[in-house]
C-alpha cells in the first residue's frame, strides 16, 4: 500500500512539473522576446514600426522598421491557406469517419499522417521545381514563387493536422444523435450536414485554429516559395515576404545589439503574440459551441 502510495505521489508530481515547465518554457520565450523586441522602439517609433509597409534596415542614409508588408504578406498567404485547406480537410476528415469503406479509411489515414511526416523543406522544394512553373506556365506569369505558391504549399502542410483532429471531432459525436435522424427519415447527407457537423464543431473549430497556427509560424516553406519580395502584395500573384522568412534570412548576418538586430526579435515578439491570439480565439469558439451543445 505505501508503495502504491508513493508511486502515485512520485507521478504526480512528475505531470506537475511537466506542466509546469511547458508554462515556464513558453513564458521564457515570451520574455526573452519581450526584452529584446521592445528596445526598438527606442530607435524606431511604434507608428513606424507598425503602420510603415517599408522594411530597409540596411539602408545607410536613412534606415526603415515597418512591418506592415510583412504582416501583410503572412496573413494573406495564411488566409489563402486556409481558404483551399478547411474545405478539402473537413470534407476529408467527414468521408473518412462517416463515409468511406473500412479499405479505403484504412488507406487514406496512413497517407494523412504521411503528409504530415514530409520535412517542410521537401514541399518548398516541390513549390519551386514544379508548382511555381506550373502557376507561371498557367497564369502567364513571369515567375510561379509567388504568394499563391505559398498558400498552396502551406494548405498541404495544414492539411494532416484539420483532417485528424476535425476526424477525431466528427468520430466523438454520440451515435444516438445520427441514430434519431436516421429514425426520422433523414438521409445520410442530410445527417451529417445538419446533425454530425454541428454537433462536432467545436474539434472543427480547434482544428482550423490549429491549421492556422501551423500556417503562421512555417518558415522555410514560404522562405523557399514565396518570391521574399519586400512590396506590399495586392493579389497573390504577388512575390511576398512573410515574418518567418525575414527573420530567418537576416538574423544570421545582423550585427549583435543593432538596432536592427533588436527589431528581427520584435518582429518575432508580433509573431508570437498572432500565434497567442489565434490560441486564445479557438478556446473561445470551443467554449461556446461546447456550451451551445450543452
Known amino acids: 500500500m505505501k508503495l502504491r502510495h508513493l508511486t502515485d505521489t512520485f507521478f504526480r508530481y512528475l505531470f506537475l512539473t511537466a506542466g509546469v515547465?511547458?508554462?515556464?518554457?513558453?513564458?521564457?520565450?515570451?520574455?526573452?522576446?519581450?526584452?529584446?523586441?521592445?528596445?526598438?522602439?527606442?530607435?524606431?517609433?511604434?507608428?513606424?514600426?507598425?503602420?510603415?509597409?517599408?522594411?530597409?534596415?540596411?539602408?545607410?542614409?536613412?534606415?526603415?522598421?515597418?512591418?506592415?508588408?510583412?504582416?501583410?504578406?503572412?496573413?494573406?498567404?495564411?488566409?489563402?491557406?486556409?481558404?483551399?485547406?478547411?474545405?478539402?480537410?473537413?470534407?476529408?476528415?467527414?468521408?473518412?469517419?462517416?463515409?468511406?469503406?473500412?479499405?479505403?479509411?484504412?488507406?487514406?489515414?496512413?497517407?494523412?499522417?504521411?503528409?504530415?511526416?514530409?520535412?517542410?523543406?521537401?514541399?518548398?522544394?516541390f513549390g519551386i521545381v514544379f508548382l511555381g512553373p506550373l502557376i507561371a506556365d498557367i497564369f502567364n506569369l513571369t515567375s510561379g514563387l509567388n504568394a499563391l505558391n505559398g498558400s498552396i504549399l502551406l494548405a498541404v502542410m495544414a492539411l494532416p493536422t484539420i483532417v485528424s483532429v476535425s476526424e477525431d471531432a466528427i468520430r466523438s459525436v454520440p451515435r444516438e444523435f445520427k441514430e434519431g435522424s436516421y429514425a426520422l427519415g433523414v438521409n445520410r447527407w442530410l445527417t451529417l450536414i445538419k446533425i454530425t457537423l454541428p454537433a462536432a464543431s467545436s474539434g472543427i473549430v480547434a482544428a482550423v485554429m490549429l491549421g492556422v497556427g501551423r500556417a503562421i509560424g512555417e518558415t522555410m516553406t514560404v522562405l523557399m516559395a514565396t518570391g521574399n519580395a519586400l512590396q506590399l502584395p495586392v493579389s497573390f500573384f504577388d512575390s511576398v515576404r512573410t515574418m518567418t522568412a525575414n527573420i530567418a534570412i537576416e538574423l544570421g548576418e545582423v550585427p549583435f545589439g543593432s538596432?536592427?538586430?533588436?527589431?528581427?526579435?520584435?518582429?518575432?515578439?508580433?509573431?508570437?503574440?498572432?500565434?497567442?491570439?489565434?490560441?486564445?480565439?479557438?478556446?473561445?469558439?470551443?467554449?461556446?459551441?461546447?456550451?451551445?451543445?450543452?
Do not use: C
Open 259 to 294: 538596432t536592427h538586430y533588436y527589431g528581427l526579435f520584435a518582429v518575432g515578439l508580433v509573431l508570437f503574440l498572432m500565434s497567442l491570439a489565434v490560441n486564445i480565439t479557438s478556446e473561445h469558439f470551443t467554449k461556446k459551441y461546447r456550451w451551445h451543445r450543452k
Open 21 to 125: 515547465s511547458a508554462i515556464g518554457i513558453l513564458f521564457s520565450i515570451f520574455i526573452m522576446l519581450a526584452i529584446n523586441g521592445l528596445q526598438t522602439f527606442t530607435d524606431v517609433s511604434i507608428a513606424q514600426f507598425f503602420l510603415s509597409a517599408r522594411w530597409n534596415p540596411s539602408a545607410f542614409a536613412e534606415p526603415s522598421y515597418g512591418i506592415l508588408t510583412l504582416v501583410t504578406s503572412t496573413v494573406m498567404v495564411t488566409i489563402g491557406a486556409m481558404i483551399i485547406a478547411v474545405p478539402l480537410g473537413i470534407g476529408t476528415a467527414a468521408y473518412i469517419s462517416e463515409i468511406a469503406p473500412a479499405y479505403i479509411r484504412e488507406t487514406l489515414k496512413p497517407i494523412v499522417e504521411i503528409l504530415a511526416g514530409i520535412p517542410s523543406v521537401v514541399v518548398g522544394f
